[in-house]
């Protein structure tokens, strides 16, 4: 059974189980901060971890089925940057990197919000937008931060 398993790992499916995938944890990030299983998978190396062995079974197959080194032209410009993202392989590893980059800057939202008691709507706001967008709900955070915190830090 275990032979067949790379039957089902397509690209296709890999994509859609990480999409969906890390919605509860969101979720929880979002309803439920203080929670003890918040804190066991969505404050914790486990769903990073599970994107990181899907991450790394993608470069496996670009590995065997394509030239791994094409990463590094995305590096030459745009055009190049756009014929990576032309292979679904490819394409997948970063929206793989996106999604885990962008929960982790959420549980750090969500914790540094507890710490400095910020009102949990503001909190609320900022996961939504780096849900969506990443840096632009963080920058966002961080200006919410300003106001309630009163502490304004470039090295945390």
Not at 67 to 72: A, L, M, R, S
Not at 145 to 154: C, D, E, P, V
Request: glycine share 4%; hydrophobic share 55%; aromatic share 22%.
């Amino acid at each position: 059974m275990i032979n067949n398993l790379h039957i089902y790992l397509t690209s296709e499916n890999i994509y859609l189980i990480a999409n969906w995938g890390v919605i509860p944890f969101w979720l929880l990030l979002i309803f439920a901060p203080q929670h003890t299983v918040t804190k066991i998978f969505s404050h914790s190396i486990i769903v990073p971890l599970i994107l990181a062995i899907a991450y790394a079974y993608l470069a496996y197959q670009i590995y065997i089925n394509d030239n791994i080194f094409e990463i590094f032209d995305l590096y030459f410009g745009l055009d190049n940057l756009y014929a990576i993202y032309s292979n679904e392989n490819f394409l997948l590893i970063f929206w793989l990197h996106f999604l885990s980059l962008s929960l982790f800057i959420g549980a750090w939202i969500s914790r540094d919000g507890l710490k400095y008691s910020m009102p949990r709507f503001f909190i609320i706001i900022s996961l939504i937008i780096t849900y969506f967008s990443g840096p632009i709900g963080l920058v966002i955070y961080w200006i919410f931060r300003i106001f309630y915190a009163k502490k304004i830090n470039f090295d945390e």
